[in-house]
């Protein structure tokens, strides 16, 4: 009888073991709920996209979308995270087209910056964002370049 408990012992903690492990594993992939059509609104197209990497490790740690309406001729910048999804850490997003002013979303955010809308027409514009991470390492898009501050699309 004896054996009977000791084996329904280790079975539950083993059990124990993996629902925990488990727990971890799924809080750490969560899923961002946005996307950047969504937060940009009814008309707009995704034209481009730079992912976010963190300098020391490589992880992915977001995505800066541009995204363009064509019968308006707006443009809209969100930065989706994918790391640190639901816990506020600095995020930027930014779009600076060369007719009009420069665009900035920039704060604490727990899923996203942005949207920035801006009026691109048939000019070009430099757009981009950046992460902060909770150790406070500010890493750019990886497409940022330092001349300009951010990557160029024209239209």
Request: glycine content about 14%; overall charge neutral.
């Given at each position: 009888?004896?054996r009977?408990?000791r084996?329904i ?6 059990a ?5 492990v488990?727990?971890?594993g799924?809080q ?7 996307t950047p059509?969504?937060l940009?609104?009814p ?13 020391a490790?490589g992880?992915?740690l ?11 001729g ?8 994918s790391?640190?999804?639901?816990t506020l850490t600095?995020?930027r997003v930014?779009?600076d ?9 920039d ?5 996203a910056?942005?949207p ?9 514009a ?9 150790a406070?390492?500010?890493h ?10 951010g990557?160029?699309?024209?239209f």
């Amino acid at each position: 009888m004896q054996r009977l408990i000791r084996r329904i012992g280790i079975a539950a903690a083993v059990a124990a073991v993996l629902v925990g492990v488990a727990g971890t594993g799924a809080q750490a992939a969560a899923v961002n709920p946005y996307t950047p059509e969504a937060l940009c609104g009814p008309g707009f197209v995704a034209v481009d996209q730079d992912p976010i990497h963190d300098t020391a490790t490589g992880a992915r740690l977001g995505t800066v979308h541009l995204l363009r309406n064509p019968l308006t001729g707006y443009g809209c910048t969100v930065t989706l995270k994918s790391a640190y999804v639901g816990t506020l850490t600095g995020t930027r997003v930014y779009l600076d087209p060369e007719w009009t002013a420069f665009g900035v979303d920039d704060g604490s955010r727990r899923y996203a910056a942005g949207p920035v809308h801006r009026y691109i027409g048939a000019g070009c514009a430099i757009w981009g964002g950046s992460m902060t991470d909770p150790a406070g390492a500010v890493h750019q898009h990886d497409r940022a370049n330092p001349a300009i501050g951010g990557a160029v699309t024209c239209f």
